[in-house]
């Protein structure tokens, strides 16, 4: 076959199918006389079918000759039937690979799924007829459908197919009755990989087609280098770290989580999914009182997690009240809410925002420099959705710089430390385990969740109003 | 990140916006941080790009420049890259041995499920089919609790929202709707759909954004997309690929300004999402990229692809520092997810089985078997706890 394009994606024999080129590979190495899986001819009703196979020789084989254990072998031998290279001799219809004494033979290359480019209804029909013709109402019940609907819609063409099928069908008895029952064995595998019985999926399909081909030539004009050129350069320009150093920070992550992978270090008391036992998912709930002595823990990990568990969010926020710049995080909380919220809301939440932190005297303002300060206001004239980036991300730094350590040193969050419960791992029974299994507990629907933590931001949205310095001070001063 | 520098005065119009980006052009691209209109940068490089063929410049000579410009970028590349990951996974113990079983069957689908998706309770999921049905179970005591017939077949993406209250999902039918779940079971959810995103071939992907009112979509046309689900309108378009794009991830870092796609010109590439561009590109993979995952702490993310193999990508160093194959595995990855730590990387293959990968070391630490057809969708659940693989076979198993 022609290589007709230097960008091949491995598609040329099959769309998305470029696994064929090894499959055949490995294909042509079994059948090597020497090197390949023994054949031997076996008995069926009255003829000899030559190189027949056994299941279990088969497997030998693939775990030899490609270094793997028994199971793989049986999965790749199971790959290897449901594509047509080898099929079954003993029912047929069930394309696996059983690594036992059952029979199999190598498919002829003729019918091999790259030869065939499409298997067409056409040949189908005739092969039906051809089927019909030799033994009335051989035909299974899937395949009689088949053939009432082809001869339906092929109606036009079916004095051709007739015809065609006698002719198959005399050219076959011509030939010696070894070689017919053999190219009937094999025609009849191509079929069952082509047209699978009615519930089983066929390996021919891939799925859709793709909506542009890969393997067409895509037409470069000075715009396509152009923009190549530009991206590139860009590219060029860029600033990039030494592998050492980014290697080394991806190993540090997988070190510091590690202990919090369930996959890797068990999760306590148990994991719910192993014991059907779901105190996990409860004592590490988003509103939970008191939480658990590995989440204390991986708030420490970055700020990044601390704020992104609602827990740690809630405890931080106890710690920013003390300190008084909870201004801070309600702003970049707001930011937030800005960016992801729905188009039609944001010169609102804009105007809101600007009220409250932003502007000279707000009661909630934010202290930042006088550049990014000024940048913001002037965008706010024509909000958009990134409008508060700037001073987001300043605000953002200034806490995971300096309030994130302090937080990490202070008594709200020794005592937290102290105060979190480690629970014992679970050691169910055989029976106790069979107990749960019955009795597993279904949750909260989310939805519901969801409107009552709605409930709760809006009442401490209300109840945490602006705190009016002037009247605070006020009330203390009286009191002295 | 990339971004570009513009000076510090506001402009008036797109045209005198250009020439200085030009002047830019020929001297220097500079890269910082900008406030303004950011979209207009685009238009620009755009712009630079179709304008017509300058004097003494051919086809020929264009492409010779971007040859020398790709060899510069390979030479830059290289000039950093003084150490490979399995030497820096030699101080790392090795991994014990794993025992991952089938903890949950889920059958109900009447077809190849396509797509599947955690909600954040980290027990709920939602799958769709090549049927058109898309289904929301409680994974944990396998009830299915919603059900949702979609008016076309091949629902190839679908997505839980962050609150938990709605679906998304999209397909044949060229869009993406989001239907809100009810608590009431009787209630008809299409009623109540929602059609968002528009595009002109199939949806690949769809992901929401940190809130429900934003959804990310990938499409067989080439583009990404992001939109607002309230009025459904387009807020940046993502052109870049010149193929089917297969596959798309957000990334979790605390900007949350970026993301991922894959497609059938074997490229991945980065964007950024308020500008638009795209902001680095990989092209390393032999054939179309099924499936791209970003690393946990967001600096890296690996690839699934037809070609037999998973890659990873290091986003800070700019290059594929890792290749995850084996000689005997020669079915394409069709779906890729990385466990909570990062160490262990889970692959769904068209072989029916599922590798687990140890992302430094690069070998294969388990292979799964179990599902009876082509393995389409694999994702680590919420906590980390359990993953779930959907497969051709109808079924969805949760493993742990």
Known sequence: MTIRSDRDHGQRYRPRMSCLKKLEATVVQMQDPSTGVKGTDQKLNVTVIPHVITGQDIVAWITKNMNVDNDEAQAFGTMLVAYGYIYPLQDHKKLVLRPDGSLYRFQTPYFWPVQKWNAEDTDYAI?????????????????????NRLHKWMNHKWDFIVMQAKEQYHAGKARQKADRVVFDCQERAYWIVHRPPAQTHSAMDYGLDR??????????????????????????????????????????YITTFKNHDPFLVPCLPSNPWQTDDDSYWELNAPDVEIPTKMRVER?????????????????????????????????????????????????????????????PGAPRWINIDGRTMGLTVKGLEH???????????????????DTFYRYLKSPVYKEMQKKAISPAPHNFTEAQLQENMRNRRPSIDPIITWQKEQEEKAKAAAAAGPIDIKKLMASKLDRK | MLMVEMCHVTFASTSEHHQLCRLEYRSRLIIKSTFIDISVIRLCFVKMACQGLAKGETIHTLKAESETLKGKLEEERAKLHDVELHQVAEKIEALGQFVMKTRRTLKGHGNKVLCMDWCRDKRRIVSSSQDGKVIVWDAYTTNKEHAVTMPCTWVMACAYAPSGCAVACGGLDNKCSVYPLSLDKNENLAAKKKSVAMHTNYLSSCSFTNSDMQILTSSGDGTCALWDVESGQLLQSFHGHSAD???????????????????????????????????????????????????PSGDAFATGSDDATCRLYDLRADREVAIYSKESIIFGASSVDFSLSGRLLFAGYNDYTINVWDVLKGTRVAILFGHENRVSTVRVSPDGTAFCSGSWDNTLRIWA
Not at chain 1, 308 to 329: H, M, Q, T, V, Y
Not at chain 2, 258 to 271: E, L, Y
Request: with cysteine.
């Open chain 1, 127 to 147: 092969y039906l007829a051809k089927r019909n013709i030799r033994k009335k109402g051989v035909l299974d019940a899937y395949e009689q459908e088949e053939y």
């Open chain 1, 211 to 252: 909506h542009i081909d890969p393997n067409a030539e895509e037409k470069k004009t000075y715009d396509y280098y152009r923009r190549i050129i530009i991206y590139t350069q860009q590219a060029v320009m860029r600033s990039r770290v030494k592998s050492s150093v980014s290697l080394g920070a991806l190993a540090k």
């Open chain 1, 299 to 359: 708030w420490s990990f970055s700020f990044y997690e601390l704020l992104n568990d609602p827990r740690g969010r809630a405890d931080f926020k106890i710690f920013l009240k003390k300190e008084f710049s909870g201004e801070n995080l309600a702003f970049w909380e707001a930011a937030e809410e800005l960016k992801w919220g729905t188009a039609a809301s944001m010169s609102e939440k804009a105007e809101q925002i600007f009220k409250t932190f932003l502007a």
């Open chain 2, 245 to 295: 794009v297969l596959s798309l991830n957000l990334a979790p870092s605390e900007t949350g300004n970026t993301f991922v796609s894959g497609g059938c010109d074997k490229k991945a590439n980065v964007w950024d999402m308020r500008s638009g561009q795209n902001v680095q590109s990989f092209e390393t993979h032999e054939s179309d990229i099924n499936s791209v995952k970003y690393y």
């Open chain 1, 383 to 401: 909000p958009h959705r990134y409008v508060l980036d700037a001073a987001q991300t300043h605000i953002f730094m200034l806490m995971k710089k």
